[in-house]
């Protein structure tokens, strides 16, 4: 008996000793494993710093970049073109807009051009076939449409990208809804395109549906169209969409859209016509999330819509080709402007039909609350060089010009107060500009971006 104890101790003593020695090589095993996820976590910790930090950092570092992978970036420009498919065998771009973002500068830009735009050789033998939307449609090659966007502007724009109607619908529905003020009600119907647009004003959620009828509005069926102050029928309809695009972008870039990245880039592979690699696009992605809607350049093409008379009883739009060189210098090229000695590099002005942000007040302001005050200008006379007068007056006396553009003509100066400023403040922009009636619309639909529009007509002259 006493052996067998004794056995059995001896025998328990190797086993504990064993299971000792297991666990001993468990912890030697564990602390190499700590230290390599140490060691890998500082390693990518360190190239997160080198890129940046942050998530565009971390997102740069899981792609593989490293530091000078951005700097040898540049600037990306497609021309994105909205194909409306609702009638067979037609494919109109009603959308043609040239989209650019710098990930060094953080800056981007959406031109429109107005999809009447003449194309052809001879204004007064116009055809509908000149119209820059008809291009595609007539000849199914999209590097068509690339060339005359260039040839308009001058720019030299190698990518292009075709978003359908269903693409659209898809792409919203899958970040969205969209935060959007309505500028004004739109109730249209077209049954030959099963197309029923019917928006009521003001800000709202927009999902996928209401986005196509947002997008491709124009006018109402009793034949109203945007305000005055906000730019009617096509030039409304191009702000409209300039503007939707950037509260898309807006929210598309939010921290908690990122984890839906792969549904929207397997949505455009789905969907879009693009000779753009989708490998250049996961380049970009890294820093696209850095950017912030505050540094977009919108405008669109300037330019004149001549009477019918004029042009063979055919609707176009003639674009300028002295104000398109300056607004192409201004949005792209704005070294040049520099070296011209016309801007300083921080405040851009606007020719044409432009809706541009700046965030550079007047140094000559003479009281801060003049500086708080947004005011947007409208040119609504066929003289470009009036906008630059009125921009100029307001400037000189504090206040903050942060957008210009272009309206349709009107006899009359309109004074449009958006949120209620004060009755001597309206009165005192009116004295700067001699002439003008004032109105009140902050009850209304219109974007509230700006305190004051002031709407410049001929009596201005």
Same mark, same amino acid.
């Given at each position: 008996?006493? *052996?067998?104890?004794? +056995?059995?101790?001896?025998?328990?003593?190797?086993?504990?000793?064993? =299971?000792?020695?297991?666990?001993?090589?468990?912890?030697?095993?564990?602390?190499?494993?700590?230290?390599?996820?140490?060691?890998?976590?500082?390693?990518?910790?360190?190239?997160?710093?080198? *890129?940046?930090?942050?998530?565009?950092?971390?997102?740069?570092?899981?792609?593989?970049?490293?530091?000078?992978?951005?700097?040898?970036?540049?600037?990306? /420009?497609?021309?994105?073109?909205?194909?409306?498919?609702? /009638?067979? $065998?037609?494919?109109?771009?009603?959308?043609?807009?040239?989209?650019?973002?710098?990930?060094?500068?953080?800056?981007?830009?959406?031109?429109?051009?107005?999809?009447?735009?003449?194309?052809?050789?001879?204004?007064?033998?116009?055809?509908?076939?000149?119209?820059?939307?008809?291009?595609?449609?007539?000849?199914?090659?999209?590097?068509?449409?690339? %060339?005359?966007?260039?040839?308009?502007? $001058?720019?030299?724009?190698?990518?292009?990208?075709?978003?359908?109607?269903?693409?659209?619908?898809?792409?919203?529905?899958?970040?969205?809804?969209?935060?959007?003020?309505?500028?004004?009600?739109?109730?249209?119907?077209?049954? =030959?395109?099963?197309?029923?647009?019917?928006?009521?004003?003001?800000?709202?959620?927009?999902?996928?549906?209401?986005?196509?009828?947002?997008?491709?509005?124009?006018? *109402?069926?009793?034949?109203?169209?945007?305000?005055?102050?906000?730019?009617?029928? %096509?030039?409304?309809?191009?702000?409209?969409?300039?503007?939707?695009?950037?509260?898309?972008?807006?929210?598309?870039?939010?921290?908690?859209? @990122?984890?839906?990245?792969?549904?929207?880039?397997?949505?455009?592979?789905?969907?879009?016509?693009?000779?753009?690699?989708?490998?250049?696009?996961?380049?970009?992605?890294?820093?696209?999330?850095?950017?912030?809607?505050?540094?977009?350049?919108?405008?669109?093409?300037?330019?004149?819509?001549?009477?019918?008379?004029?042009?063979?009883?055919?609707?176009?739009?003639?674009?300028?080709?002295?104000?398109?060189?300056?607004?192409?210098?201004?949005?792209?090229?704005?070294?040049?402007?520099?070296?011209?000695?016309?801007? %300083?590099?921080?405040?851009?002005?606007?020719?044409?039909?432009?809706?541009?942000? !700046?965030?550079?007040? !007047? !140094?000559?302001?003479?009281?801060?609350?003049?500086?708080?005050?947004?005011?947007?200008?409208?040119?609504?006379?066929?003289?470009?060089?009036?906008?630059?007068?009125?921009? +100029?007056?307001?400037?000189?006396? $504090?206040?903050?010009?942060?957008?210009?553009?272009?309206?349709?003509?009107?006899?009359?100066?309109?004074?449009?107060?958006?949120?209620?400023?004060?009755?001597? =403040?309206?009165?005192?922009?009116? %004295?700067?500009?001699?002439?003008?009636?004032?109105?009140?619309?902050? !009850?209304?639909?219109?974007?509230?971006?700006?305190?004051? =529009?002031? @709407?410049?007509?001929?009596?201005?002259?």
């Amino acid at each position: 008996m006493s *052996n067998n104890k004794t +056995n059995k101790s001896q025998k328990g003593k190797k086993g504990n000793q064993k =299971t000792k020695k297991k666990m001993k090589v468990w912890k030697k095993v564990l602390l190499v494993i700590l230290l390599i996820l140490l060691i890998a976590g500082g390693v990518f910790a360190y190239r997160v710093y080198r *890129n940046g930090w942050g998530l565009s950092g971390m997102l740069a570092t899981v792609v593989g970049h490293d530091e000078n992978t951005r700097k040898s970036l540049g600037e990306l /420009q497609v021309l994105l073109m909205g194909v409306s498919t609702d /009638q067979e $065998g037609v494919a109109l771009t009603d959308t043609i807009m040239v989209v650019s973002y710098n990930p060094n500068t953080q800056k981007a830009v959406l031109l429109s051009i107005p999809r009447d735009t003449f194309t052809g050789k001879n204004v007064k033998r116009a055809v509908a076939s000149d119209k820059i939307n008809a291009i595609y449609n007539l000849t199914r090659d999209p590097m068509e449409t690339v %060339d005359a966007v260039n040839e308009l502007t $001058g720019l030299d724009l190698q990518y292009y990208a075709i978003v359908q109607t269903e693409a659209l619908i898809e792409l919203v529905d899958a970040i969205g809804p969209i935060e959007y003020n309505v500028p004004i009600d739109m109730n249209y119907d077209d049954p =030959t395109q099963d197309l029923h647009i019917h928006l009521k004003a003001g800000v709202q959620q927009i999902d996928g549906e209401k986005a196509e009828e947002l997008l491709r509005f124009r006018k *109402n069926n009793n034949g109203t169209s945007f305000p005055s102050e906000y730019g009617d029928n %096509d030039i409304g309809r191009m702000r409209n969409q300039r503007e939707f695009i950037t509260a898309v972008v807006e929210q598309t870039v939010k921290l908690e859209n @990122i984890t839906k990245l792969g549904s929207i880039i397997d949505i455009a592979s789905r969907n879009l016509i693009t000779n753009l690699d989708f490998s250049v696009l996961k380049d970009y992605l890294p820093y696209a999330v850095e950017f912030s809607t505050e540094n977009l350049q919108t405008a669109s093409l300037p330019g004149t819509v001549p009477d019918l008379s004029q042009t063979n009883n055919v609707s176009i739009f003639v674009a300028d080709e002295e104000e398109t060189e300056q607004l192409i210098k201004e949005l792209f090229y704005p070294e040049q402007l520099t070296e011209e000695g016309t801007t %300083d590099g921080n405040t851009t002005n606007t020719t044409g039909n432009t809706t541009t942000s !700046s965030n550079t007040t !007047s !140094s000559s302001s003479s009281s801060t609350s003049k500086s708080d005050i947004k005011i947007e200008v409208l040119n609504g006379t066929s003289n470009s060089r009036t906008l630059q007068e009125v921009v +100029n007056k307001l400037k000189e006396e $504090g206040y903050n010009v942060s957008r210009t553009g272009t309206t349709t003509s009107t006899s009359k100066t309109v004074i449009a107060n958006k949120t209620g400023v004060t009755t001597s =403040t309206m009165n005192d922009i009116q %004295d700067i500009l001699g002439t003008g009636t004032i109105s009140d619309s902050s !009850s209304g639909g219109t974007s509230s971006k700006v305190d004051v =529009t002031v @709407i410049i007509g001929k009596d201005y002259e």
